[in-house]
């Protein structure tokens, strides 16, 4: 396998001759809440998405990819650290104020880059916690550990997430557009005096409403989670993030484009709160759902632009991803369950974002690189806990620091010529499962079966659940009392993974 491999490496070293680019650039698209289903190339037909799907076109698109978990922060940590992130406490959804998630003593998949002789970038949503310590980072100067302590020369992000406070961007850690006579306060615990909140000042919420939770600090007639005073001048416009996140993007492979780079660009759609700019909404017939979708496949199609127009499309690698399963209605009135009628954004799966089951984690996942991956479809078993492992190996690094067991070196799956992929995936959403191509195994839990507020299946249950994927999709059929002996065999696969380490302190 390896010399195969080393056969793929060598031949973009040398095609193209005296003006080839060395190594291919990376662009990770990296969405947030896509479902399976909520694509065009993925099934969907009320909501078009013609940018992605041509990238699937002459790419391969994947039917069973995973993200590392089902909610954001610890997809974030598996995808950047190779890790699975059940193995360490602390991984869950961050607030906004939270300190850094990922220690700078940990290697990365930035670092990884750098190393390969990349320059690294992160646009976007970021959502792994800022600084050393919870709810004392430094909002009015440089917030420091973050992404450039991980490995990324270059960050242009939103603080957390499109629904925590600090609504800002952060340029190189640093507020963009602060006057440094209104500084940023924030708090995860009380409000400022004076200051409205979504509860108390209803009247202010020109935008959008929350259906639950969301109701604290008031930012551009939308309430949040978090309290935050100050920094009005540094406030971001929700129907504007699209546009100022993309543009970065764009800037950043416009200005390297003579250079290996590595482009992590997490997009704030289809997160909420959803408010796309004008040009898209009321145009998918979905409500700001559908329309935020449009405006990812719009994010798409400048990224493609941009490396057209910079003369570097063919020697790019780009993913497009989603970092969980969907969720309809998290948290506002968007009208997304009143107009989703038969759209599914699960696909043909159940459960969706927060679940153990499928839609939780699988997602889509395309990779593009014109004649160096095998087009069409791909039914091989991957993980974005690969990434780090399988990246190391298309750019031929001679890393310093030991890659995550977790994370494998996948590439003749990503790349089309190993139909196989992983032997087995461990999933994490709540109780971990053991997902190989044919069986998937859910342990024991006792935790909710629905989560009641955004009316998703949790897959939780107290006895042992065992579905067989390839003829129970949707995992109706719980099939593990007649099947003791496959149970047993995923058992034993999880138990000798947890003995590796479980909810171990950062
Ligand atoms: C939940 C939020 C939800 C979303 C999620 C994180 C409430 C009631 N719900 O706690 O709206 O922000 O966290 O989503 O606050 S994620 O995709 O970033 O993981
Ligand atoms: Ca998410």
Request: with cysteine; aromatic share 10%; proline share 6%.
């Amino acid at each position: 396998m390896r010399t195969k491999l080393k056969t793929i490496s060598l031949a973009f070293a040398t095609v193209g001759g005296l003006y080839a680019q060395q190594k291919p650039n990376i662009v990770l698209i990296y969405a947030d809440d896509i479902g399976y289903g909520d694509l065009s190339c993925y099934g969907a037909t009320r909501v078009q998405t013609p940018n992605v799907d041509a990238l699937a076109n002459s790419g391969l698109r994947f039917r069973n990819a995973h993200a590392a978990a089902a909610t954001s922060t610890p997809s974030r940590y598996g995808l950047f650290t190779g890790e699975y992130p059940w193995r360490r406490k602390g991984t869950g959804i961050a607030a906004g104020d939270a300190a850094m998630i990922i220690k700078p003593t940990q290697y990365t998949l930035p670092k990884m880059m750098q190393e390969a002789g990349y320059t690294t970038s992160a646009v976007g949503k970021w959502h792994l916690g800022l600084g050393n310590e919870t709810g004392k980072q430094e909002w009015n100067g440089r917030v420091a550990p973050g992404p450039n302590e991980i490995g990324f020369d270059y960050s242009y992000i939103m603080a957390a997430t499109g629904d925590r406070v600090p609504c800002v961007y952060l340029e190189n850690q640093r507020a963009v557009g602060l006057d440094p006579k209104d500084p940023i306060q924030v708090s995860y615990t009380k409000n400022f005096p004076g200051e409205p909140t979504g509860k108390e000042n209803p009247e202010l919420l020109t935008k959008l409403k929350p259906s639950h939770g969301h109701d604290m600090a008031v930012v551009n007639g939308i309430s949040r989670i978090g309290y935050m005073k100050g920094g009005k001048s540094a406030l971001w416009e929700d129907e504007n993030i699209a546009d100022s996140i993309t543009t970065h993007a764009v800037r950043f492979i416009e200005r390297n484009k003579n250079k290996p780079f590595f482009l992590y660009f997490g997009t704030n759609d289809i997160h909420v709160p959803r408010y796309p700019n004008e040009r898209f909404r009321g145009k998918s017939g979905m409500g700001c759902r559908g329309d935020a979708i449009l405006q990812f496949d719009w994010s798409v199609s400048e990224v493609v632009r941009a490396l057209k127009e910079a003369g570097i499309y063919d020697n790019t690698l780009i993913i497009v991803t989603s970092d969980n399963g969907p969720v309809v209605d998290d948290g506002y009135q968007d009208e997304a369950v009143a107009l989703l009628k038969n759209h599914k954004p699960w696909g043909p799966f159940r459960g969706g974002k927060y679940s153990t089951f499928e839609a939780g984690t699988r997602v889509p996942f395309i990779v593009h690189w014109p004649g160096k991956v095998r087009t069409g479809v791909s039914d091989a078993l991957v993980s974005q806990i690969d990434m780090l492992g399988t990246l190391a190996e298309l750019t031929d690094v001679k890393s310093t620091q030991a890659i995550p067991e977790d994370s494998q070196n996948q590439l003749p799956a990503w790349l089309g010529s190993d139909l196989k992929g992983r032997d087995y995936v461990i999933g994490a959403a709540g109780t971990l499962t053991v997902l190989t191509s044919e069986w998937k195994y859910i342990e024991p839990g006792n935790g909710a079966a629905y989560n009641a507020f955004t009316n998703t299946e949790l897959g939780n249950n107290p006895n042992d659940q065992l579905y067989n994927m390839c003829r129970d999709r949707g995992e109706y059929d719980n099939v593990a009392e007649e099947n003791p002996l496959i149970v047993r065999f995923l058992k034993q696969i999880l138990e000798e993974e947890k003995a590796k380490g479980i909810n171990k302190e950062l």
